[in-house]
């Protein structure tokens, strides 16, 4: 691999030197990607005019792609593909692993920043931490069920708006605080309280069209 401001011949060079130090030869050479694999493990690479059959080698994490410019190295073991050079075609890149292989990023502190977009995809989607905080001018959420397990939920908002065709709400407890105003607008409503049933107010009024009804054993007024 080449060094921080270590220039290509140069690197080529240190790589040459290595090469030759070990126990059976090796030859450097810069080809480019004429053919990749499905699996982007191996590949064809040009060298002077022939096609020479390689492999990704596992330090090359920039995943090689068709026309590229790489740098070679073919021994007794084969011909490996240890870095890419140069790239005349699209300006983006993929690390990964030859085969599709499982890649993991550790350190005490990693910063992902994307200028435009950033996609986060896989079957399935793991965050696990201390604290999370997401911060988003609009958040959109997609899914068919969606399940939220917590000890305390609390939500604070300065418009809170829900809608849905069956609204089912349980709880051993329920506290309902309304400072101001509380309205209600429904075509049927059905109340059933197998306890005893309080309310208290400075005054009520009850305004029905047609019908009021009031069954009991005993009705006390006043």
């Known amino acids: 691999m080449m060094r921080a401001g270590e220039s290509e011949p140069a690197a080529l060079a240190t790589l040459a030197a290595l090469a030759a130090g070990a126990q059976q030869p090796c030859s450097l050479a810069v080809g480019r990607v004429q053919r990749c694999d499905e699996d982007h493990a191996g590949l064809t690479v040009e060298i002077d005019g022939r096609a020479l059959p390689a492999q990704v080698a596992v330090g090359c994490l920039v995943r090689p792609i068709e026309d590229d410019r790489v740098l070679v190295v073919d021994g007794p ?12 075609g699209p300006n983006y890149a993929t690390l990964a692993l030859p085969g599709h292989g499982n890649l993991a990023i550790e350190g005490e502190t990693l910063s992902l920043t994307a200028r435009q977009r950033l996609a986060l995809k896989g079957e399935r989607l793991d965050l696990q931490a201390k604290a999370l905080n997401l911060i988003a001018e609009k958040t959109t959420w997609l899914s068919k069920a969606v399940t939220t397990i917590a000890e305390r939920w609390r939500i604070s908002a300065k418009s809170h708006e829900t809608s849905a065709d069956i609204l089912t709400e349980k709880s051993l407890n329920r506290i309902a605080i309304v400072d101001q105003i509380d309205t209600l607008r429904a075509e049927t409503r059905s ?21 009021l009804r009031m069954d009991g054993k005993r009705i006390t007024m006043g």
């Open 77 to 88: 073991a084969g011909a490996f593909v240890l870095s890419v050079l140069e790239r005349t």
């Open 191 to 211: 109340v059933k309280i197998t306890g005893v049933a309080s309310e208290t107010a400075q005054s009520k009024v009850i305004a029905v069209a047609d019908d």
